[in-house]
T-cell receptor
C-alpha cells in the first residue's frame, strides 16, 4: 500500500524552530519529487515547498529563507526544517506525492494525514 | 507567480443537482490543472489531473474541462458524499498555487 505518514508537529514559540518528517512506503521514493502543502485554520490549501527526485528545491515566497526541504532516499523520508516560525505558520502540514515520477504535471495523488504545527507564545 | 481564482466561492445544492465550478489562472498553463476534494479532518483527494483526466477510483460523475487559462469541474449528479470543498491547483510552474476553494453544501 502506498502511504505517507507525517510526524514532528507540535507547539513552538514565535521565532522558534521545528522539523517535521514524512515517512514514505509502497513506492519507489527516490524516483519521485515530493511536496509540502499546508492548511491554516479556517483557510485554504497552500503549497509550501517541493523537492525534485534529483534534489532541486522550490519554495513559496511566504517561507523562502526560513524553511528548508530535504530528503533522505535511503530512509525514504521527506523533511521540512522550519526556522523563524511566525503565528501565520500555524497550520496542518501535509506531505504529498506527485502522480507521475520524474514530473510535476499530474497533480498530487497520495497525501499523508497531516501534522499540526502551532506557533504561539 | 500564477494567481488562481475560483467561482463561486460557495454554493448550496441538492442531491441530484448538476454543479459546475470554475477556475481561472492569471497566465496560460496549458492543461496543467488539477482538482481536489477536501473534507474536514481528512487529506485532500485528487479527482481530476491535467484538466480532464479522471483519477483512478473517482466516480464518473466528476469531469473536468478547459485549457489555457479557463477550467471547469462538473459534478453531473451531486451525491451526499460530495459535500466538501473543492480546490483547483496549477502544476505548470512553481509555486504550485491552489485556488481559494469552493465550498459545496446542502441546500
Amino acid at each position: 500500500e502506498v502511504q505517507l505518514v507525517e510526524s514532528g508537529g507540535g507547539l513552538v514559540q514565535p521565532g522558534g524552530s521545528l522539523r517535521v518528517s514524512c515517512a514514505a512506503s509502497g513506492f519507489l521514493f527516490r524516483s519521485y519529487g515530493m511536496n509540502w502543502v499546508r492548511q491554516a485554520p479556517g483557510k485554504g490549501l497552500e503549497w509550501v515547498s517541493g523537492i525534485s527526485y534529483s534534489g532541486s528545491r522550490y519554495y513559496a515566497d511566504s517561507v523562502k529563507g526560513r524553511f528548508t526541504i530535504s530528503r533522505d532516499n535511503s530512509e525514504k523520508t521527506l523533511y521540512l526544517q522550519m526556522n523563524s516560525l511566525r503565528g501565520d505558520d500555524t497550520a496542518v502540514y501535509y506531505c504529498a506525492k506527485p502522480r507521475d515520477d520524474g514530473a510535476w504535471g499530474g497533480g498530487f495523488d497520495i497525501w499523508g494525514q497531516g501534522t499540526m504545527v502551532t506557533v504561539s507564545p | 507567480d500564477i494567481q488562481m481564482t475560483q467561482s463561486p466561492s460557495s454554493l448550496s445544492a441538492s442531491v441530484g443537482d448538476r454543479v459546475t465550478i470554475n477556475c481561472r489562472t492569471s497566465q496560460t498553463i496549458s492543461s496543467n490543472l488539477n482538482w481536489y476534494q477536501h473534507k474536514p479532518g481528512k487529506a485532500p483527494k485528487l479527482l481530476i489531473y491535467t484538466a480532464s483526466s479522471l483519477e483512478s477510483g473517482v466516480p464518473s460523475r466528476f469531469s473536468g474541462g478547459g485549457s489555457g487559462t479557463d477550467f471547469t469541474l462538473t459534478i453531473s449528479s451531486l451525491q451526499p458524499e460530495d459535500f466538501a470543498t473543492y480546490y483547483c491547483q496549477q502544476s505548470h510552474i512553481t509555486p504550485f498555487t491552489f485556488g481559494p476553494g469552493t465550498k459545496v453544501d446542502i441546500k
